[in-house]
């Protein structure tokens, strides 16, 4: 396969430079420009095949507006955001090359890229796309493609909303003066975990997690439904009327179908692995 100049402005963060390991582990060359590099944004878009912006939305967006004009139509210009709209539009309309959305569906302290999820949304062009997906599936990774709108709306449920409820759970916690050092010597092992990942959530970035709430515009309709849902469950569930509880449960078994029992063996398998790591 050919070897390329790949350069990721922004590649100085942690998934700046898990991607570099990953590009260079397959023999392409890379080249990175942060905030303290000699090299610049700029200079380094001359030097490069394709170019990777690992920066937050915000800077990603201006910078796109601003590189984008430099770049050649056969150069590829991609980015790592985890919102897909607004950026793959302002690299489209900043610029005359291959254009791609791409959201790595998995953090930094990932080890490998096998069995992880990474979509991608066209933007322009086909090859470089091709290119890209056959990349991460040689190394067993897991591609989607979708377009930028369809994947701000999906992130709206898996990221939005479900750091929202880690957030909310947390400030739960804290209004009820339960810390969770000493919740977690009576908590049963799904909330063992439940409770870990909240802390997971406040031990990163919040500025991060800040933005994939606050700033997908999607997530407003979608917390709506949320709190539908949520009074709907109220009422069947604390109605008193024990057969209308059970019905609304079955209701949403028959939705869920088979993946009720796959969902079952997975996480057993997740619960087994935590306890023999706590024994």
């Not at 539908?228 to 057969?243: I, P, Q, R, V």
């Amino acid at each position: 396969m050919n070897k390329y100049t790949i350069g990721i402005i922004g590649g100085t963060g942690s998934m700046g430079r898990w991607f570099e390991r990953f590009f260079s582990q397959s023999g392409h060359k890379i080249l990175i420009s942060g905030r303290k590099t000699k090299l610049t944004p700029h200079e380094l878009v001359k030097k490069c095949d394709i170019v990777i912006l690992s920066t937050p939305i915000d800077i990603t967006v201006r910078m796109a507006r601003e590189i984008g004009p430099l770049l050649s139509k056969d150069q590829l210009f991609t980015d790592f955001c985890s919102l897909k709209e607004d950026v793959v539009k302002t690299m489209l309309n900043s610029s005359n090359c291959h254009v791609i959305g791409m959201h790595p569906m998995f953090g930094p302290f990932t080890d490998s890229i096998k069995g992880q999820n990474i979509i991608l949304c066209p933007g322009r062009g086909t090859d470089w796309i091709d290119w890209l997906e056959g990349e991460f599936k040689q190394r067993g990774g897991i591609v989607t493609r979708m377009d930028p709108v369809t994947h701000d709306k999906n992130m709206a449920v898996f990221q939005g909303l479900t750091h929202l409820l880690s957030i909310t759970m947390g400030r739960t916690l804290q209004k009820m003066n339960m810390p969770p050092a000493k919740v977690k010597e009576y908590s049963t092992p799904v909330f063992k975990v439940n409770i870990d990942l909240i802390g997971r959530l406040f031990a990163q970035d919040l500025g991060l997690y800040s933005n994939l709430v606050g700033g997908n515009k999607y997530v407003k309709e979608t917390i709506e439904t949320f709190l539908t849902a949520l009074k709907e469950g109220e009422e069947c569930l604390l109605s008193g009327n024990k057969e209308k509880g059970i019905g609304f449960l079955e209701n949403i078994r028959d939705f869920l179908g088979d993946f009720c029992q796959t969902g079952m063996e997975e996480s057993n398998e997740i619960l087994n692995t935590l306890l023999k790591k706590l024994i």
